[in-house]
């Protein structure tokens, strides 16, 4: 698969029978919000969180990153991106140079 950003280095996930091949393209800010929003329906008045979205491997993408918002092509650098991704998605977001998740204390 063509590979948005040509520093994308994925050592793990190999192609297989379950998932096939790694598939790549741009993120799609609206989708995400939406899939965020609907989650967090599902336990409206039932349970207390919060949205924390963490992004690892944000180095891989260069200085600049290219993504989707209602259809309109949107090229951000990182701290800007992190911004609105927050904003958007109304979420605390954590963006990371590494693939190992940070941990998180509640």
Sequence with gaps: ???????????????????????????????????VRRDFEQFDNHIEAEKNLIVTCIDQLGDTVTFFDEGVEMNFPIPSFEKYIGERVKACVQFNESAITPTISF
Excluded: C, H
């Design 1 to 35: 698969a063509d590979r948005p950003y040509p520093n994308i280095v994925d050592e793990t996930n190999a192609p297989n029978d379950y998932q096939g091949s790694l598939r790549f393209g741009y993120l799609t800010v609206d989708v995400l919000e939406e899939a």
